[in-house]
C-alpha cells in the first residue's frame, strides 16, 4: 500500500497543484487510514465498503470531529479514484459512501474597534516591533493567508504602485495595499528586515529573529501574543485577520466579486459566507435611518 499511497500523492503534487498544507493533509489521512487496515490485517485493494465504513465509525468512537471525519472520507475517496483509474483495484469501495454533513460556522470576525486595538500594539521601539507592526498592518490589509504571507519574497512588494503580488497555487494576483500598511512595511523594509535577515541572498520577505523565513507557527504565537497584549477575548489567529478584511470590506461598499478576487477564492461562494455579516450592517443602517423602523 506504501508504494500505491506515494504513487498517488506525487500525482495529485503535479497533477492538481495542490499547496503543501492540502498535500500534507492528505498524507496524514491516508497513512492513518493504512494504520488502521494494518492494525486489523485488511488489505487495502480488497476492501469492501463496510470495511470503509467501519473505520469512518472508528474515527467517529475516538472523538474526531466532523469536519476532520468529512476531509479523511475525501481524501480516501480520491486515493480509491486513483486506483481504479489505474487498475489497481476492480471496484472502488468509497463509492457510495457518503459525508457526513458539517455545519457551517460563521468565521469569527474583529470589529473596526478591535483592529484598531490589536494592530496598535506593536511599538516600533526596536527591530521586532517595527517587523510585527508591518506583519499585522499587512495581513489585514490584503487578507492573504498566512501560508501566502510567509512565502512571500522582497520582490513581491511594490512600494511605489503600493501592490503585493501573491503567487499562490500557480495562480498570480496582485492586491492593493493601504497607506497605513505601506507606511508600516516600508519601515521595516528600511530599518528592521536589513538587520535581521544578516544575509543578503535570503529573499523572504518577513523573517525571523534568527534571519530566516518566518513559519506558521511563529506567526501565529505573534499574533497570539498581541491579542493577550490588547486584552481581546476573542480567539484570534491569522485567518480572523483574513475573515474581518473581507467583512469590513464589504460592509463598507466593495463588491464580491473584488473581495473574491482579492481573497483568491476560485469560486464565489467561498466568499459569500461573508454576506451574513453585511445584512447585520444593513438591518442597523436601516433601524437608524428609516423613519418607521
Known sequence: MEKQV??????????????????QSYRRDIKQFEIYLNSKKLNYAKLTEEDVNEYFQYLQDIGKKTSTISRNIASIR?????????KKIKKNPTEKIQSPKVEKKAPTILSSDEIELLLSQPKNVDLKGIRDKAMLEFAYATGMRVSEIIALDIDDINLKNGLVTCRAKSKQRNIPLGSLSLKALAEYIEHSRPILIKDENVKALFVNTNGKRLTRQGFWKIVKYYKEQAHITKDITPHV????????????GADLKSIQTMLGHSDI????????FQDENIKSIYKHAHPRA
Open 6 to 23: 506515494n504513487n498517488f500523492l506525487e500525482f495529485i503534487k503535479d497533477d492538481k497543484k495542490l499547496s503543501d498544507n492540502t498535500l
Open 78 to 86: 480520491s486515493f480509491y479514484q486513483f486506483l481504479l483509474r489505474n
Open 241 to 252: 485577520l483574513r475573515h474581518s478584511f473581507a467583512t469590513h470590506l464589504l460592509q463598507n
Open 269 to 276: 461562494s467561498s466568499t459569500q459566507v461573508y454576506m451574513q
